[in-house]
């Protein structure tokens, strides 16, 4: 057994019961970073596609949507919120494409609505939201849709089931490189559930 592990460490290989580095020697360090990076770049690609306004947004309507958002996230997962938004202070008017803390979660909602069929009625192209009226139209589709419960039904059902199993799989997969359950950290965590 010894002879074995002192072969395999001269190969390169780790010894038994020591965690793997992912493919490519990358550390876990590194694989997050480079998840979290694809991640930013996901959102920079989406915040891009943010239109210009027709004429300036008042920042009261980017806040009243920003709360309808956040009210129906609330209700699909009292933990979660969407956008995490506070206007200037003294700022009136914003002639500019909507911030991204804002636009990026109205379309990844919109995307995942979009996905899960029957709710055609609640779909609204991200790049219609250039003025005040659009931004208010939104705002009344978040609580049409936090009153819809078939469609709060969908939203919640599948996020909890995929997760336990996902969970489950990670578990194993972490026990067979040695790694226990608890080392995850939160942040590891909320990747794993995000992809």
């Known amino acids: 057994m010894a002879q074995e592990e002192q072969m395999m460490q001269q190969q390169g290989m780790p010894p038994e019961g020591a965690p793997m580095p992912p493919e490519g020697g990358a550390t876990p360090e590194q694989a997050v970073d480079a998840q979290m990076q694809a991640q930013q ?3 920079e690609q989406i915040a891009a596609t943010a239109p210009m306004p027709d004429k300036p ?10 709360d309808a958002m956040n009210d129906f996230v609330g209700k699909v997962d009292p933990a979660m919120q969407a956008a995490e938004y506070n ?9 500019g494409s909507l911030p991204p803390e804002v636009y990026v979660p ?18 609204m192209n991200p790049e219609e939201l250039v003025s005040d009226t659009a931004l208010a139209k ?4 978040f609580k049409r849709m936090g009153k819809d419960k078939k469609l709060m039904e969908g939203l919640k059902t599948p996020a909890e089931a995929p997760e336990d199993e996902e969970q489950m799989e990670m578990s194993e997969a972490e ?3 040695g790694r226990m359950p608890d080392d ?8 794993m559930n995000m992809m």
């Open 106 to 123: 109205f379309a990844v909602i919109m995307g995942f609505i979009s996905q899960m069929g029957g709710f055609e009625k609640y779909l």
């Open 57 to 66: 947004y008042t920042y009261k309507a980017i806040d009243k949507m920003a």
């Open 87 to 95: 206007p200037p202070e003294g700022e009136k008017k914003l002639d």
């Open 184 to 191: 995850v950290s939160p942040e590891d965590e909320e990747i």
């Open 175 to 177: 026990m067979e490189t």
């Open 41 to 43: 770049a996901q959102i």
């Open 138 to 141: 939104a705002s009344a589709n």
